[in-house]
Structures are given as C-alpha cells and as structure tokens.
C-alpha cells in the first residue's frame, strides 16, 4: 500500500534553532517527492521537489535530502524563525498524474522565542 | 505573483443542502485539482481536471460531487447533498503542467 510517514509528529524547538524532519515512504512508481509548508487554516504551499536522480535541494534555509534507495528524505531548517511555526508535509507522487498524490500527515512545527 | 483563489473561505451549510465551492486558478495553468483536510488529517485527492473533463477522481468523489469549469477563468465543485462527514477544508490547486501544483487558501466547509 502507498504510505507517506513522517516524524516526529511534532516538534517544539527555540527560534534560532536548526531541526531536521523525517519521511519514509513506500510509494511505487516514484516520480517526486516534495516538501510542503502549512500554515495553519491555509492551503500548502510547495518548499521544494525532488526528482528521483536528486539527493539534495535547498530553499533558503530550508534544505531536502532524498535517498531514493531507503525510500529516505528529510527537511532540514536552519536558523529558524517564529515565521516557520506551521506544519511541514511529505508529498509523494506516484508519477502520472496530479491524483496520484501520496501526502503524509505532516509534522506540526513550533518555534518559540 | 499570481496565485489561485477560493471562495468563499468559510461556508456553513445544513445536511442535506447544495454547495458550490468556487476557485479561480491560475491565469495560464492548464490542470485543475481538488483536494480536501479533514480536521486533524492529512490532505486527500478528490479529483483532476483537463481539457474539461475529469482525468481522474478517488474514491471520495463519488455521484454527489461534481466539478466544472464555466467558463475561461472559474472551476467549481459541487456537492449535492452534503453530509456531515463532508466537513473539511476543500483546497483548489492548478498547475501549468502536471507536476507541481499551486494550493489556494481553502475554503472551510462546515455541515451542521
């Protein structure tokens, strides 16, 4: 069964920070994983894709490793800010089309001052 | 920076009553999604939408929901009769290919 699961479930860190969130996956076929930031009441929006051949990605202080072997990524925040107060999701995609969508339920971040 | 927009953001309606969920994509994307966030879950895939028509939809869409796209700028989804279980933020996305998709702000659905 196609799954996306991540960890922790949650996180509370102090501003400034680093953090590193976790996702394992077992979609097949693979075509791109992405990172999703939510803030809460508001729609995704995308922090970075990776395709297959991609280990790494950044976005500013945010920075995607993918292993594709261990079916492995992880969003590694640097410095954080109270702004990345949200909830970071994993997105699989089982390539073909939009629908085949795997999300995982995210991990709520908080960042305290 | 363009981006896609919903209305309304919340909307409460009785069981049993009609609703229209209304999303204006992005101005030069050519693909079209609706997804829906129960509270406290993790988002699910209604349905896809090209060339107008359906290209796919899961499970959840079933005969009570229907999407449209009007005109040249609006995509709508319906749900006919709605349920309680219905309630749930419903996001519109849009993408210029099928890849990555753009997310509007939701629209909150409450079924009372």
């Known amino acids: 069964k196609n799954q996306v699961e991540q960890s922790p479930q949650s996180l509370i860190i102090l501003e400034g920070k680093n953090c590193t969130l976790q996702?394992?996956?077992?979609?097949?076929?693979?075509?791109?994983l992405r990172w999703y930031k939510q803030d809460t009441g508001r729609g995704p929006v995308s922090l970075t894709i990776?395709?297959?051949?991609?280990n790494t990605k950044s976005n500013g202080r945010y920075t995607a490793t993918l292993d594709a072997d261990t079916k492995q990524s992880s969003l590694h925040i640097t410095a954080s800010q109270l702004s990345d107060s949200a909830s970071y999701i994993c997105v699989v995609s089982g390539g073909g089309s939009q629908g085949n969508l795997i999300f995982g339920k995210g991990t709520k971040l908080s960042v305290k001052p | 920076e363009p981006e896609v927009t919903q209305t309304p953001s919340h909307q409460v309606t009785q069981m049993g009553q009609e609703v229209i969920l209304r999303c204006v994509p992005i101005s030069n994307h050519l693909y079209f999604y609706w997804y829906r966030q129960i509270l406290g879950q993790k988002v699910e895939f209604l349905v896809s939408?090209?060339?107008?028509?359906?290209?796919?939809k899961s499970e959840i869409f079933d005969d009570q929901f229907s999407v449209e796209r009007p005109d040249g700028s609006n995509f709508t989804l319906k749900i006919r009769s709605t349920k309680l279980e219905d309630s749930a933020m419903y996001f519109c996305?849009?993408?210029?290919?099928?890849?990555?998709?753009?997310f509007g702000q939701g629209t909150r659905l409450t079924v009372v």
């Open positions: 996702c394992n996956y077992t979609v097949s076929p693979f075509s791109n």
């Open positions: 990776m395709t297959f051949s991609e």
């Open positions: 939408f090209y060339n107008n028509e359906i290209s796919e």
């Open positions: 996305a849009s993408a210029r290919r099928d890849t990555e998709a753009f």
